[in-house]
């Protein structure tokens, strides 16, 4: 398995000492699909079949999931039935339902068709390793990487992440790589970019598979734009784009790892994923610790519990 994206945290010193406790402390906070009249429940669970350890070690690295359900009730559903049981408040009462009567009356459906809704279920996955503390969750949105470190923060004491430090503006660090024309040591500029501007109208310019001429890019500097996407290569090896937030997307293991996985002679189907997984975690821990090194990024910064 390969991680898409990358939401980047430090491992607090005092929870990477205690990496082994994790799966246990999770228990108390193990997923419960939602009740009736619940439109979301979260909770940990395994991240793997067949196996019910709630954080899976593999050589010093661990492997969490984080499972949010969510009932999905369309508001056109909900609209319709609150309009007709109007009418008939209406006939009854011989004149129309106030706002506040409306409002009872909506909430009075929605409890009432809650229970019919249709359940959808994500996991997100989370690699912990406690040896050079990387927290790394698997979120294509920063509301998904929040609800990881809320429920993280609710299940372990001290609250064990802390936010990566940085001590650089990344879009003008992406923004002056392009004036550059080259990416710091081991990476490579990819025809991928996404410019945006600074004035109050925060206007977006994007590029797919097109090479920015220097002129070009001068011209956006001038007006006022900064790089806030780019896609970079890590040593031929590891394609991603990255944010103006320090955020890893569309991370893809190129053709060398790819080879690499296939060629594991695993005996069996619980051997791949800890094989690929360790060549995962491997190969990730090198990309962030350029990554991050090339961001100027304190790892040695502890925030106060």
Same mark, same amino acid.
């Given at each position: ?10 491992l607090t010193?005092h ?8 799966g ?7 997923f419960a699909?939602s009740?009736?009249?619940?439109a979301?429940?979260?909770g940990?669970v ?6 019910d350890r ?8 661990y ?5 949010l359900?969510k009932?999905?009730?369309? &508001?056109t559903v909900?609209? $319709?039935?609150t309009?007709?049981?109007?009418l =008939?408040?209406e %006939?009854e009462q011989g #004149? ?6 409306i ?9 009432e068709l809650?229970?019919r809704?249709?359940?959808i ?6 690699w ?5 503390r990387?927290?790394?969750?698997d &979120?294509?949105s920063s509301? $998904?990487?929040?609800?990881v470190l809320s429920a =993280?923060g609710? %299940?372990l004491?001290? #609250?064990?992440?802390?936010p990566?430090?940085l001590s650089?503006s990344?879009a ?7 004036i550059a ?6 990476f490579?500029?990819e025809?991928?970019?996404?410019w ?6 925060? &206007?977006?310019i994007?590029?797919t ?12 500097v ?8 780019l896609a ?5 090896r590891?394609?991603f784009v990255?944010?103006?937030t ?9 053709d060398?790892?790819?080879d690499?996985?296939?060629a594991?002679?695993? &005996?069996?189907?619980e051997e ?6 360790v060549?995962?975690t491997?190969?990730l ?6 990554l991050?090194?090339a961001?100027?990024?304190?790892l ?6």
């Open positions: 398995m390969w991680f898409r994206n990358l939401k980047i945290f430090r010193p929870w990477a000492d205690r990496a082994e406790t994790i246990e402390t999770l228990k108390s906070h193990a699909s009740d009736d009249l619940s979301t429940a979260l940990w395994a991240p793997r079949e067949n196996d709630l954080a899976v070690p593999v050589q010093g690295q492997l969490l999931a984080l499972r359900e009932k999905l009730l369309p &508001a909900v609209n $319709q039935e309009k007709a049981r109007a =008939l408040m %006939a #004149y129309k339902p106030g706002r506040k009567q409002k009872d009356l909506k909430q009075t459906v929605t409890d809650m229970p809704a249709f359940r279920a994500r996991d997100i996955h989370v912990a390793d406690p040896i050079n990387w927290l790394v969750v &979120a294509a509301g $998904q990487a929040e609800e =993280l609710k %299940a004491y001290p #609250y064990p992440v802390e990566l430090q650089h990344v003008g660090l992406m923004t002056n790589w392009m024309g080259t990416a710091p040591d081991g490579t500029l025809p991928e970019s996404q945006q501007s600074t004035s109050d109208s925060a &206007a977006v994007r590029y598979r097109h090479e920015l001429s220097q002129d070009a890019i001068t011209r956006h001038q007006a006022g734009y900064q790089c806030t996407r970079l290569t890590w040593q031929d590891i394609g990255l944010t103006d320090a955020d890893c997307k569309r991370v893809n293991a190129l060398i790892l790819q690499r996985s296939n594991q002679a695993a &005996a069996t189907p791949k994923l800890d094989g690929d997984f060549l995962m491997a190969e821990n090198q990309l962030l610790v350029a991050t090194e961001l100027g990024a304190n040695n910064t502890t925030a106060t519990q």
